[in-house]
């Protein structure tokens, strides 16, 4: 089994930061691409920062200069920080991670998903 833990969402005003965590724990093998989606109310599921294996990093252009994706590959952690928040970044942030687990098959993980309120 593979399990992925966030934290670190929460209440901030306008122009406020915060920093999302996710740990993926289990029965890993490799932690290949992981990345943040978010999900506002009446809004479907977008995707917010990428990591997708080999370092790269791909964003979604209205959190591009904002936010920064980075990960701890020997924790199997994947990290959101948010700055300048605004109160459309208001939604249910969730951790998404892909890989090998040690019995040889993929997995394609969601977390629980963390609030975010953003306000005015």
């Known amino acids: 089994q593979v399990q992925l833990v966030e934290s670190g969402g929460g209440l901030v005003q306008a122009g406020g930061s915060l920093r999302l965590s996710c740990a993926a724990s289990?029965?890993?093998?490799?932690?290949?691409?992981m990345g943040w989606y978010r999900q506002a109310p009446g809004k479907q599921r977008e995707l917010v920062a990428g990591?997708?294996?080999?370092?790269?990093?791909n964003y979604a252009d209205s959190v591009k200069g904002r936010f920064t994706i980075s990960r701890d590959n020997a924790k199997n952690t994947v990290y959101l920080q948010m700055n300048s928040l605004k109160p459309e970044d208001t939604a249910v942030y969730y951790c998404?991670?892909?890989?090998?687990?040690?019995?040889?098959?993929?997995?394609?993980?969601w977390g629980q998903g963390t609030q975010v309120i953003v306000s005015s």
């Open positions: 998404n991670a892909a890989g090998i687990k040690r019995d040889g098959l993929m997995f394609n993980h």
């Open positions: 990591m997708p294996s080999g370092g790269s990093t």
């Open positions: 289990g029965s890993i093998y490799s932690v290949n691409a």
